[in-house]
T-cell receptor, first 113, second 115 residues
Framework: GDSVTQMEGPVTLSEEAFLTINCTYT??????LFWYVQYPGEGLQLLLKATKADDKGSNKGFEATYRKETTSFHLEKGSVQVSDSAVYFCAHPTQGGSEKLVFGKGTKLTVNP | DTGVSQNPRHKITKRGQNVTFRCDPI?????LYWYRQTLGQGPEFLTY????????KSRLLSDRFSAERPKGSFSTLEIQRTEQGDSAMYLC?????????????FGPGTRLTVL
């Protein structure tokens, strides 16, 4: 069935460090892929998305490339800031029907000054 | 522009009590989803509506749970005879089905604590 596997956290980095959060998925077909971010006390916000193989989603300095051959969608940022501290979720919709989102467990990122 | 809103933001209740949450989606969105998020986990699908029709329910949605979207606008999620295991964040999302991406926009959630 559909599933998403994310690297386990928590991840603690110093400001300006390089960030990678790994995500792999299992799905029927080739769904769109998403990264959501959840700041403390808030709901989920869509961070970036990719709709087909080799697409690169980007936003706020974050990037992720849809890799069909490795079924992966790793999140990267070249230089993190304290304000990036949050929980990051990788997700994809099921195909057809509800198109409900299937999420990974989330990776908590803490960036220290 | 108003996004998805949820009320209340926090609810503390005693075991055995009934609770009801409300979700107001983005006005033109025809789909509305409910998810549940427990500590340290990603959100899990509970149910969804297209307009006023409830089209799918997860096995997570026991018979103590009921959801409605009576006029295809706001939705309510009721939990009867709450149990401690119901403690979680309940998230609502809405989308405009028929667009290419069917992107879901989330509300801030209602955090339920059952004592």
């Amino acid at each position: 069935g559909d599933s998403v596997t994310q690297m386990e956290g928590p991840v603690t980095l110093s400001e300006e460090a390089f960030l990678t959060i790994n995500c792999t998925y299992t799905a029927t077909g080739y769904p769109s892929l998403f990264w959501y971010v959840q700041y403390p006390g808030e709901g989920l916000q869509l961070l970036l998305k990719a709709t087909k193989a080799d697409d690169k989603g980007s936003n706020k300095g974050f990037e992720a490339t849809y890799r069909k051959e490795t079924t992966s969608f790793h999140l990267e940022k070249g230089s993190v800031q304290v304000s990036d501290s949050a929980v990051y979720f990788c997700a994809h919709p099921t195909q057809g029907g509800s198109e409900k989102l299937v999420f990974g467990k989330g990776t908590k990122l803490t960036v220290n000054p | 522009d108003t996004g998805v809103s949820q009320n209340p933001r926090h609810k503390i209740t005693k075991r055995g009590q009934n609770v009801t949450f409300r979700c107001d989606p983005i006005s033109e969105h025809n789909r509305l989803y409910w998810y549940r998020q427990t500590l340290g986990q990603g959100p899990e699908f509970l149910t969804y509506f297209q307009n006023e029709a409830q089209l799918e329910k997860s096995r997570l949605l026991s018979d103590r749970f009921s959801a409605e979207r009576p006029k295809g606008s706001f939705s309510t999620l009721e939990i009867q005879r709450t149990e401690q295991g119901d403690s979680a964040m309940y998230l609502c999302a809405s989308s405009l089905f028929g667009t290419r991406l069917n992107e879901q926009f989330f509300g801030p959630g209602t955090r339920l604590t059952v004592l």
